[in-house]
């Protein structure tokens, strides 16, 4: 599976992320981002991830197992904003007016910001910071395929050498 280069990734954030300050579109587009990612980490981590397509898995499960693969040490504030957007996601489609919709998406923000942040000053502001904290999820997620590839292969590999030992083995004893 081809892992995209840091240019890329970038090229396709910026083609499909909406120029907009709707905080809804921005989230409910940056999620899908970065399901997206999660789900070709997870591929990565497999060596047969078609065989869990029929379990028809969640995307907090998904992220979970991707979490629970990749073990300790991983950044824990990464899981638990993905986890904030999530929640933030699903409440944005179940709930047709969230009154608390500024302090909700502010507070998913608060994961990323460096300088104290707490409330954006105004739309535009906190549409900046919805693009910079998905578009930093997706990097992550991106350099986490890049890491496991290099040090680990493509784990297709140990699935296609078995396959190939079997069918040597049933070609000797025929």
């Not at 840091?6 to 587009?29: C, G, N, Y």
């Not at 899908?32 to 078609?50: W, Y």
């Not at 709930?95 to 500024?102: A, I, P, Y």
């Not at 460096?114 to 919805?130: H, K, L, M, P």
Request: charged share 25%.
């Amino acid at each position: 599976m081809n892992i995209p280069s840091v240019d890329e990734s970038a090229e396709r954030f910026v083609r499909l992320m909406p120029q907009s300050t709707d905080p809804v579109l921005l989230i409910l587009k940056g999620h899908l981002l970065v399901e997206e990612h999660i789900q070709a980490v997870l591929n990565d981590l497999l060596a047969r991830p078609e065989l869990l397509e029929e379990a028809r898995l969640t995307f907090y499960q998904r992220m979970r197992l991707v979490q629970s693969l990749l073990g300790e040490g991983n950044d824990d504030y990464l899981w638990m904003s993905i986890r904030k957007l999530n929640t933030l996601r699903n409440r944005m489609a179940h709930v047709l007016e969230l009154n608390d919709l500024e302090q909700r998406v502010d507070d998913y923000l608060a994961d990323w910001a460096e300088d104290g942040f707490t409330q954006s000053g105004d739309e535009a502001e906190r549409a900046n910071r919805i693009l910079h904290a998905v578009q930093s999820t997706c990097g992550i997620l991106t350099g986490y395929r890049q890491a496991h590839r290099r040090i680990f292969g493509d784990p297709r590999f140990l699935t296609q050498f078995t396959m190939h030992t079997k069918a040597s083995a049933s070609e000797d004893e025929a």
